[in-house]
Every structure is written in structure tokens, then in C-alpha cells.
């Protein structure tokens, strides 16, 4: 897949509000910042703070959200001010018409610069069957670090985008995890071993950043494109790795 162009986002405004990313009258893209949930559901644990409630309350509109975020990921998420656009891009997400590309960090040097993770997957819990999964993975940065790691003097880790062309759960994390290039910062599926590495380096959030989405908008059928770099911990992570935060 090609690279994405750039849609730069708006500055942050108010405190508690989520960068913007695009806007019009059907439709928003914002930035969500790692660590906070998209909406209240059995996965919140006490959580009283929603991504969902900031938006309704920054707009000043209903919100109707076309996917979801999970708590630890970062970056493009793609909410509509109106059911039927609501409904339109729901239907283009679930057909796959919507182009997704994430930035992540793994533990190991993957053998190939572009590969192509094909491994069924199950729905999470309580959801048992098994359906077809595909991630597209291209390596962007190698990099050694000089961290001790089971008996070797230094660790090695990969920058890598990845392009799911399914949307299954955790699907990204798992699919790393099939192919023992675990992500780091993943509590879930990682590995500790490198996580504490990292938390070590001053990095404490997962690596899993929502860096553009794509699609045709529902109302004019013009094609839109959108970027959402990354911030905080994700940028120092890329310069532990020698990677520059805006080239990337």
C-alpha cells in the first residue's frame, strides 16, 4: 500500500478537547491521546472519563462514532454528526472500503521489509469462532539497541506500519504476537521482558499508533485522507529508534 499524503492537524484547543484532525457538517476526525477509553462499556473498570463524552461536549453535537479505539492506542478516530453518516461509513468500514495504516514498535528485526500476516482469529471473549484475519506489515526503521536481553548485549527492535486489511480484535497485537515480534508496550500479548526495557527508557504507553485513514466521503463521494502524527511518549520512542516523527 501506498503511503499515505499528509493531512496536517489542527492545534490543540482547550484543555480536554482532542486535536482535530478534519471537520465538516456530516463528519470529524480527531486524535485520541493514549490511555483514554473510547466509550463506557465492561472493559472501563472504574474508568469515569470517555473519549465520546469530551467530543459530545466539544462539538456541542450528538456523536456518532464509526469505529473504536482501544484505551492504549493513540491517533485517528472517525466519528459522524448524523445517523445516516453515521450509517454510510459504518457500511464502507465493514466492506473494507476504509484504508487504515498504523505505527507500531516490535521487539526483533522481521526477515522481509514488507510481509504479509495471514492467521485466523477468534472475536475476543466470549467469541470463540474463528474468522479469517490479514495484516500488511512494511518495516520502516531497524534499529540495536544497547540493552542487555536474554544473554545477548543488546536488543533489537523494528518500526513497522501496518495496514489490517480485516478488523478483527486486537488484531494488529495478536497477529505480531503469531509471528514472535511481540508490540511493545502490549501488556496483553508483548513480551515484559522488552516492555520493562522500555518503561526503563522513559517510554510508558503502548506503540500502537492510528497514523492515517482513508475513504470516500459519504455525501460528495470526493476521496479524503487523513494523517495524524504521533506525540509524547510514541515521539521519543521513534528517537531512541534514530527515526524522525515526521518523516515517519
Known sequence: MNEFPAFCPSPAGDVGTLPLL??????????????????DSALARGETEFAVDRLRAQFDSPIYLV????RATSGCLLLAFDRDTASALGKAWMAGEVRKQYLTVCRGWPAEDAFRVDHALDGGPGKPVKKPAITDFQVLQRAELPWPSQGFETSRYALLRASPVTGRYRQIRRHLKHVFHHLIGDTSHGDGRHNRAWRMAGVHRMLLHAEALAFVHPHDG??????????????????LLGADAHAS
Do not use: E, N, T, Y
Open 222 to 239: 470526493a476521496p479524503l485522507q487523513v494523517r495524524c502524527r504521533p506525540d509524547g511518549d510514541f515521539v521519543r520512542a521513534l528517537g
Open 22 to 39: 478534519f471537520r465538516d457538517r456530516w463528519l470529524a476526525v480527531v486524535h485520541k491521546p493514549d490511555g483514554l477509553m473510547v466509550h
Open 67 to 70: 469505529h473504536r479505539l482501544d
